[in-house]
């Protein structure tokens, strides 16, 4: 079992930066590749940034891509995602994800269900 526990989330004006984390524990998280994604209201779950057990393959929605950088500190049991030039439009909750399936490879899976552990979620507020 890996428990998630994200952070970071909060209110930015659109432009402005946030750095989501989400701490792993439990079963070893190094070999597991992991994404986040986000959900806005009245929408579905979406795939925001993907990232393999070595940080060596990363994968972004193309709604990001440029603005979002996930990484990894394995020593940390920890997975960011560095937001920046943030948009009403990101406003969500994000969520962190963990892939066992893909333990050790450089695969990035960027649909919901090729992740089975989750965490609760961490809101994100951008307003004009």
């Known amino acids: 079992q890996v428990t998630l526990v994200e952070s970071g989330g909060g209110s930015v004006q659109a432009g402005g930066s946030l750095r989501l984390s989400c701490a792993a524990s439990?079963?070893?998280?190094?070999?597991?590749?992991m994404g986040w994604f986000r959900q806005a209201p009245g929408k579905e779950r979406e795939f925001v940034a993907g990232i393999n057990w070595s940080g060596g393959t990363t994968t972004y929605a193309d709604s990001v891509k440029g603005r979002f950088t996930i990484s990894r500190d394995n020593s940390k049991n920890t997975v960011y995602l560095q937001m920046s030039s943030l948009k009403p439009e990101d406003t969500a909750t994000y969520y962190c994800?963990?892939?066992?399936?893909?333990?050790?490879?450089?695969?990035?899976?960027?649909?919901?269900?090729?992740?089975?552990?989750w965490g609760q979620g961490t809101q994100v507020t951008v307003s004009q």
């Open positions: 439990g079963r070893p998280f190094n070999n597991y590749a």
């Open positions: 994800a963990a892939d066992s399936i893909s333990a050790g490879t450089v695969v990035v899976v960027t649909i919901e269900g090729g992740y089975d552990y």
